[in-house]
């Protein structure tokens, strides 16, 4: 099936694995909740028990370096495209609202992203991930 929008999370490289988790779920959750329409139907095994519904397409996972992430951060941005953001801060923090705190706190240009989300039309993401490579 080929859709007319895609999903893709950018993740900086040098994070732990542990980290690269936990941005990957908390960016795709922000997808979720833009982007209602692009959440599947909920499953059923054949015993009849009931399980939560997924995001409903692909999701192409990029890596990068921190130039790399601040110039897709840019292109998102000037293409009219609204990411998920995840910074180095929130991992000092405990809860959401401490984590939109720091992102506050901060100009965008001085960001210490470990991650991006978005999702556009596939040739607007095309342009954002250009040069990117999957995630290893």
Known sequence: MLF?????????????P??????????T???AAAFPECIGDAYEDASGTNYLALIGQPIL???ADAPALSRALDRALT????PAVYTEDMFKTTHDAANREVVKAVVRTDLNLVGIAMRAERKVIDKIVDGLKFHS
Do not use: E, H, P
């Open 4 to 16: 007319d929008t895609k999903i893709a999370v950018v993740i900086r490289n040098d994070l732990q």
């Open 18 to 27: 542990w980290q690269k988790l936990n941005v990957a779920s908390f960016l």
């Open 61 to 63: 996972i990029y890596g």
């Open 79 to 82: 293409r009219n495209v609204t």
């Open 29 to 31: 959750g922000g997808v």
